[in-house]
């Protein structure tokens, strides 16, 4: 546990030395995943599925964003978390995020342990000239030994980020 809570935090600071410059802002996103749920216990796999609102505003560097998720075994997961974008040149963002989320759904397999999780991701993502973004991400959900149990789970997922902009459009 403390392995890992040291990867999140090394990852947040070096996010936060590498602030995103003034000229890589980008819009809001909504952010479509899909991937494989429970992939390294492999206690109850899956197929997961997601759907993000990334605010544009920023407080700080982070941005907010609202999650919602859904697994093949009947597993569900709603939170709103914190985002900061680092940029690699124009093309290249890496997305390190926190969301404390709401779960439900424990099977005979699985069982989180608690009600409340919190998942932290890594993303690493292509941005396309309209700013929307193909990535790929890698995600881990524990309840922080809030539960008699903690087994955490992980994710594998591919994401595009659509801005929400040419969403709205259409209608």
């Known amino acids: ?3 890992k809570l040291g990867f999140v935090a090394t990852l947040l600071s070096v996010a936060i030395l590498l602030a995103p410059s003034a000229d ?3 819009p809001d996103y909504l952010t479509l995943s899909a991937g494989w749920f429970d992939l390294n216990r492999q206690k109850d796999q899956g197929a997961e599925f997601s759907m993000e609102y990334r605010s544009d505003k920023k407080f700080w560097w982070f941005k907010p964003f609202v999650h919602a998720a859904g ?3 009947g597993m569900t997961f709603l939170g709103a978390g914190v985002l900061i974008d680092v940029y690699f040149g124009r093309r290249w963002v890496v997305t390190p995020s926190f969301v404390p ?6 099977t005979s397999d ?3 342990g608690h009600a409340l999780e919190f998942r932290s991701r890594l993303e690493a993502a292509y941005r396309f000239d309209d700013r929307s ?3 790929i991400s890698f995600s ?4 922080a030994s809030l539960g008699a149990t903690n087994p955490g789970t992980e994710s594998l997922m591919v994401n595009y980020s659509i801005p929400f902009k040419a969403i709205s459009s259409i209608f």
Not at 101 to 106: A, Q, V
Request: net charge neutral.
């Open 140 to 143: 881990h959900s524990s309840n």
């Open 24 to 26: 890589a802002d980008d």
């Open 1 to 3: 546990m403390s392995i």
């Open 71 to 73: 697994v093949s075994n």
């Open 101 to 106: 989320t709401w779960w439900r759904g424990k």
């Open 133 to 135: 973004r193909l990535g």
């Open 110 to 112: 699985l069982d989180l």
